[in-house]
């Protein structure tokens, strides 16, 4: 089902069983667009007012909360969820069964590994100087391993990675990587414990 009120552009393939509410931009064009096809997959619930720009390929199964904005050139996995006024940036790479909440912010060359979960109001970076001359040149996000936990609230620095299973408690600042199946936290935050469960 796609509502009256959804813009749907050129050369975007839905998969079957999508519903996409009402207000939603799909496919929108990006400086540089040349056509890049966006693709949908089944079964997939873009709630009202989410925009997903042109050039994504997402797999099945996939649904946003409200206002979600997600750019261009990602690629996105089998059932992903991306939580209400969430930002994805572009050149993302989301695998699947990943759970992204509310509020939180990816940005480009970001990963996101199969099954992590990012927790309300968290943010990713990507710019070690921003506003530097050559600072588009030196990007570098952060690298989200399976199954990793990322509290509410939490900043987690360009380039940083995060292990696979491992935990990150609320709030905390994530300046270095952080040892797969380790609980960490704090500003910074430091490894505390292994994973209990």
């Not at 799909?26 to 050039?55: C, L, Q």
């Not at 904005?69 to 069964?97: A, F, K, P």
């Not at 109001?121 to 001359?133: D, E, K, Q």
């Not at 709030?171 to 505390?192: F, I, N, T, W």
Request: contains cysteine.
């Amino acid at each position: 089902m796609i509502a009256a009120t959804a813009i749907i552009h050129p050369n975007v393939r839905l998969g079957r069983n999508v519903v996409i509410e009402d207000y939603c931009i799909i496919g929108a064009p990006f400086a540089g667009y040349t056509g890049e096809e966006t693709v949908i997959g089944d079964d997939a619930m873009i709630r009202s007012m989410t925009v997903i720009y042109a050039g994504n390929r997402i797999g099945r199964g996939f649904q946003t909360g409200n206002k979600a904005n997600i750019r261009e050139l990602n690629v996105i996995g089998d059932r992903v969820s991306i939580g209400t006024l969430t930002v994805v940036e572009h050149h993302v790479q989301i695998e699947d069964g990943v759970r992204i909440h509310s509020q939180a912010f990816v940005p480009e060359y970001s990963i996101l590994r199969a099954g992590c979960w990012i927790g309300p109001g968290t943010v990713l970076t990507n710019a070690r100087f921003p506003l530097h001359p050559l600072a588009k040149q030196q990007l570098s996000g952060a690298t989200i391993e399976s199954n990793a936990k990322i509290g509410a609230h939490c900043t987690v620095l360009p380039g940083v990675k995060v292990g696979a299973n491992a935990l990150v408690g609320a709030g905390s600042l994530v300046s270095k990587d952080v040892p797969s199946g380790m609980v960490a936290y704090g500003h910074p935050a430091e490894p505390q414990r292994p994973i209990d469960y």
